[in-house]
């Protein structure tokens, strides 16, 4: 009876681990073009969007941020380590899975393609 109370707790605690919060997450999108993934976010975080512009071009982000980041709006400095602001970043945080709800426009498929065929071209141009 004991080995059957412990496969128990333990098969519950293998699902429990896996209940952290889904986000969307996009490193660095520009416009409504954003190729996301899914992410799960660590103890203490929340879902995000973020947006900001720069050179007259809307910049966006999603992930997982700190609770103590939420809601705020921060400076991108280039280069990371430097004092030179290229522009501000108002990222806004949610707390249910994927409540930074993926870019609208461009399906995945379509934005994969397009975003394949830019990196061919770069390629291209830089050999």
């Known amino acids: 009876m004991n080995r059957l109370v412990l496969l128990l707790w333990a098969v ?9 919060l889904r986000c969307y997450e996009c490193t660095l999108g520009l416009g409504s073009l954003c190729l996301t993934t899914e992410t799960t976010c660590k103890v203490g975080e929340q879902c995000f969007s973020g947006k900001g512009k ?5 910049v966006t ?12 709006t921060t400076d991108v400095n280039f280069p990371s380590s430097g004092n030179t602001t290229i522009y501000k970043m108002t990222k806004t945080c949610c707390d249910s ?9 461009l399906p995945g498929a379509l934005q994969l393609a397009l975003l394949s065929l830019t990196a061919v071209f770069a390629a291209n141009a830089l050999v």
């Open 97 to 105: 899975n994927l409540c930074n709800s993926a870019p609208a426009g």
């Open 54 to 58: 720069a050179a007259g071009v809307t």
């Open 12 to 20: 519950t605690f293998c699902f429990a681990a896996d209940t952290g």
């Open 61 to 72: 982000m999603k992930g997982c941020l700190a609770v103590a980041e939420c809601n705020k």
